[in-house]
């Protein structure tokens, strides 16, 4: 089974460049209510995820931050704990569904490491469900 099949393209993706700010950043991330969302360099390499906490902790360990200073950071500046691993286009669908399990998305690149797009937990449990791969 190809997992392109089931790849959400970066154009349909909401996502973060690194050079937003902290406040970018948040807006987006309100906007849509996502947790999570990729995070991309303007050459369109995967960077990693931002999650809400990622944010968090970043503004705790600012002094005397504010909405302004907020504007001046980048995502780049802010401490990620821990990026959803990216899978290759390549890869087949035993790895996808073992990463999918751990997240909410997984990351896909090409051989570069460049974006092309997530495949999304609800993606591959709906197409279970529909070809009766799972039984309740």
Not at 61 to 73: E, G
Not at 94 to 99: P, R, V
Request: proline residues 2%.
């Amino acid at each position: 089974m190809d997992i392109q099949a089931f790849v959400k393209p970066k154009r349909e993706v909401v996502f973060v460049y690194d050079d937003f700010s902290i406040c970018e950043a948040l807006k987006t991330m309100e906007q849509y209510r996502y947790t999570s969302i990729p995070v991309i360099n303007r050459k369109g390499f995967y960077v990693g995820s931002l999650t809400e906490g990622d944010l968090l902790w970043g503004i705790k360990n600012i002094v005397a931050f504010d909405m302004a200073k907020a504007d001046q950071l980048s995502v780049a500046s802010i401490h990620r704990l821990r990026d959803y691993e990216a899978i290759n286009i390549k890869s087949n669908i035993d790895e996808l569904i073992i990463k999918a399990a751990n997240e909410n998305f997984v990351p896909v690149v090409d051989d570069h490491n460049l974006f092309l797009g997530i495949v999304t937990r609800k993606t591959l449990l709906n197409y279970f469900f529909e070809h009766n791969f799972i039984v309740l």
